[in-house]
């Protein structure tokens, strides 16, 4: 089985524009795909569609097309929400256009941008039909020192485009600007060094792979020259026995986190996967903090449990049974005593204010800028945040010795 990059740890180029100016037509050139639907009808596209490819020398990246949002019929309302659902998840917004026409529409998406700290690159699109003048240049230099010109209706065009992009987008990204650059693991053990990593294979345990995590994980620390060995939960000790000196990390499922830290000579640096995914995704600093404000709840409070995708629940769903079961065992707050929220998919409570506590899921369907937008909010609330690997190692009894390779680990 071909285990792709999910496309959350893409880059998310998101194009936007006014209606009818050609941006399905400017993801299919790029993409050399027609994963749009093109027409001369003004607000053909409604709907995000998204297209993942591999742009040398960037990376993995995926194309969002958005909806014009400058038309006025019936639908405009939804489909300006979805736009705007889009912005959060961007890291490069690219603003189709046409010739001359640079306004109101233009200059709100380029503060939206500006906003949100990512680059604005402009492309003045169907030149075939007159070229741009050296004024309209000017004034496109002045806005954004990202600009690229193209006609997307033949091949020749269509070619010139796919170059004149990948000049224009390697310009523009600072050189860590890919999620892929930031490491899992590997920045935590020396180089040359070993990690030992700890999977449990149990009946939860999806049949003849590893979970992609677990995956990811080993590529990280391979990409990283870097050792790893992986073991089930009952190798463990007999793997420390074997070798002729100490890993320079463990890393295990959150599930086992007990019995493999009573197992780990307290100068060996243990972590599970969830908290290397909190650390990649989040704010891990923050996330613990949240963690601990799971002792500070009483009667009466009320918890946010967020869950980024709509999946089918089953019976012990983490988000809404596991969890919420280990928080009233813990605080031992029952049903009348603790309201318990649970919000999924990509909708998300606005009033935050209403929570003494935030348990988001492990943001796998999220970016990592998409994820810090949350937490950020959380914070501007003062509404303590965590999520659920971290949680469960703090309802383990184990969080501390869990983060404990901050301070004995290379620094991240
Ligand atoms: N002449 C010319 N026409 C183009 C060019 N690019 C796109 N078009 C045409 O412009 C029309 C709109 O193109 P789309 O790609 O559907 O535009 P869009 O911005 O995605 O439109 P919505 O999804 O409706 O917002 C189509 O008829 C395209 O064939 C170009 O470079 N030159
Ligand atoms: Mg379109």
């Known amino acids: 089985m071909k285990i792709q990059t999910p496309k959350s740890l893409r880059l998310q180029i998101a194009v936007f524009g006014r209606a009818n100016v050609g941006k399905s037509s400017f993801i299919n050139a790029i993409t050399g795909q027609n994963v749009s639907i093109v027409s001369a009808e003004a607000g053909t596209t409604t709907d995000a569609v998204e297209k993942a490819m591999e742009i040398a020398p960037i990376g993995p990246v995926v194309f969002i097309d958005t909806a014009g949002v400058n038309d006025t019929s019936e639908l405009a309302g939804e489909r300006i929400k979805r736009t705007a659902a889009v912005f959060g998840r961007a890291d490069v917004f690219v603003v189709v256009t046409e010739s001359g026409v640079w306004g109101e529409h233009e200059e709100k998406l380029r503060e939206e941008a500006r906003e949100r700290d990512v680059p604005l690159v402009a492309v003045v699109n169907k030149t075939d039909l007159g070229g741009t003048t050296d004024d309209f240049r000017e004034r496109l230099k002045k806005i954004t020192p990202y ?52 999977t449990p294979i149990d009946a939860g345990a999806p049949k003849g792979r590893l979970i992609l995590p677990q995956v990811m994980v080993i590529r990280d620390i391979l990409d990283g020259h870097r050792t790893a060995m992986v073991v089930g939960d009952d190798e463990y000790l007999s793997s420390l026995s074997i070798l002729n000196k100490n890993p320079d990390m463990v ?67 983490i988000g809404r049974v596991k969890i919420p079961n280990l928080l009233r065992k813990h605080t031992g707050l029952g049903d009348g005593d603790l309201h318990i929220d649970t919000y999924s998919g990509r909708d998300y409570p606005a009033e935050l204010e209403r929570y003494s506590l935030i348990i988001h899921c492990g943001a796998c369907m999220l970016t990592r800028r998409e994820m810090l937008l949350r937490i950020k909010d959380a914070v501007n609330k003062n509404v303590p945040i965590t999520n659920y690997g971290v949680a469960i190692t703090y309802f383990c009894g184990v969080l501390d010795r869990a983060v404990d390779w901050r301070i004995k680990c290379v620094k991240d």
């Open 147 to 198: 600009t690229m010109e193209c006609s997307c209706i033949d091949n020749a065009g269509q070619n010139a485009a796919i170059n004149a992009f990948r000049d224009v987008l390697v310009r523009c990204l600072p050189n860590k600007s890919s999620p892929l650059e930031h490491p899992i693991a590997a920045d935590l053990i020396p180089v040359g060094g070993l990690a030992i990593l700890v």
């Open 251 to 317: 890393i295990c499922d959150s599930q086992v986190v007990n019995k493999i830290a009573e197992q780990t000579p307290p100068d060996i640096p243990l972590t599970t996967f969830s908290i290397l995914f909190a650390r990649l995704k989040g704010d891990l600093e923050i996330l613990v903090r949240g963690a601990a404000a799971i002792d500070t709840l009483k009667k009466g409070d009320r918890v946010l449990i967020a869950e980024a995708c709509a999946h089918h629940a089953a019976a012990d769903d």
